[in-house]
């Protein structure tokens, strides 16, 4: 399983960014997919995640209510909308899945893109 992470930059606090996830190689519908992310000097941690063919969907409290994950199954595509962004929100975002369920785990996850950076500037 090949995961391509893109879609990061600088955004204004307020502003809104949109991150996509390409899921290539073995078929990845039945997976769990989870958003993380890793501000510099912290954790890793998770941010929102679902099933890989939709469905359900789990947030961190951070997230709630501003950010917003979704697929395209024709694109094999998963995207984190994130809006009302915040400098806290800086970070590098990391997608990854793991076989069956989603998971706030980091080390339950098998596969990770190579991350991408956002930059919220106040």
């Known amino acids: 399983v090949q995961l391509q992470a893109f879609g990061g930059g600088l955004v204004q606090a307020g502003g809104s960014l949109r991150l996509s996830c390409a899921g290539s190689g073995r078929t990845v519908s039945s997976y769990g997919m989870g958003w993380f992310r890793q501000a510099p000097g912290k954790e890793r941690e998770f941010v929102a995640g679902m099933f890989w063919s939709g469905g359900a969907t789990w947030y961190a409290d951070s997230a709630k209510g501003r950010f917003t994950i979704s697929r395209d199954n024709s694109k094999n595509t998963v995207y984190l909308q994130m809006n009302s962004m915040e400098p806290e929100d800086t970070a590098v975002y990391y997608c990854?899945?793991?076989?069956?369920?989603?998971?706030?785990?980091?080390?339950?996850?098998?596969?990770w893109g190579q991350g991408t950076l956002v930059t919220v500037s106040s």
């Open positions: 990854a899945v793991r076989r069956g369920r989603v998971s706030t785990k980091r080390a339950d996850y098998d596969y």
